[in-house]
């Protein structure tokens, strides 16, 4: 006669991924992923030489997000953006209790990535370029146009994300690509007016260990209300049925 077999109570396989992959293994994604992006995005601008204009930075962060999300996507939604996290709680593709500690992530992320950036980089290039912080701004009269650039910008880019990656009539396997080629059009067609920064631990990081911080708010408002703004669009007019609020 069989007998039932007894639980293990130190046997976790169960119970331990459980917890482990929905809190605390997104969180670490989101830390890596933002570290190892900004540090390549930092790097680009500080080793531009200038002969190819806007193009290598614009590869650069371009190529990286489609790789990171590519790779830690169904892990944490790979948004390394507090932005992107900002729509996707909004917009249904993140539960709230992850928000906060997404966001502490990409901002320690950031710093991280700008820190290595300024550990490699040559000095001299570092402190021209500093630290590949944004400051496209000279002037108060920029900041109505850099402002606008910024929302627009960062507007394209969030709702191709959630489009592309939580809604369910358009989702698509091609959703890294599609966000990766979305910031490197951003970065060729904005780079000049506000260096095209759509994130504000793209700006946070380099800032914090550059100590730059010039007209830093702009690269908080900009994105922030392009968040807002986007999850309006979604939730109202272009999300699925699950999605929407109304007219279903």
Not at 27 to 44: D, K, M, P, T
Not at 101 to 110: F, M, R, S, T, V
Request: aromatic share 8%; net charge neutral.
């Amino acid at each position: 006669r069989h007998l039932p077999s007894t639980p293990n109570p130190g046997h976790c396989s169960e119970s331990w991924p459980h917890w482990y992959e929905r809190l605390v293994q997104p969180c670490v994604a989101e830390l890596l992923g933002s570290a190892l992006f900004i540090f390549v995005g930092c790097l680009s601008v500080v080793e531009d030489t200038g002969d190819t204009g806007r193009l290598q930075p614009a590869l650069v962060h371009g190529l990286a997000l489609v790789l990171t999300i590519a790779v830690l996507g169904d892990i944490s939604g790979a948004h390394l953006n507090p932005a992107v996290s900002l729509a996707m709680w909004l917009v249904g593709g993140l539960n709230i209790t992850m928000l906060i500690p997404y966001w502490l992530c990409q901002l320690c992320g950031g710093m991280m990535g700008a820190g290595l950036a300024k550990a490699v980089a040559a000095s001299e290039r570092y402190i021209n370029t500093s630290g590949g912080a944004f400051s496209s701004i000279t002037a108060d009269e920029q900041i109505p146009a850099v402002l606008v650039c910024e929302i627009v910008m960062t507007t394209f880019l969030i709702l191709v994300a959630c489009m592309g990656a939580v809604n369910g009539r358009t989702k698509t396997p091609l959703a890294p690509f599609c966000i990766g080629f979305t910031v490197t059009v951003n970065v060729l067609a904005g780079g000049g007016v506000s260096g095209a920064c759509m994130n504000p631990a793209r700006a946070f990081g380099p800032a914090v260990v550059a100590n730059y911080w010039d007209y830093h708010w702009v690269y908080w408002v900009g994105p922030t209300v392009a968040a807002l703004l986007v999850s309006v669009l979604v939730r109202l007019l272009l999300g699925d049925r699950t999605t929407r609020l109304l007219l279903k």
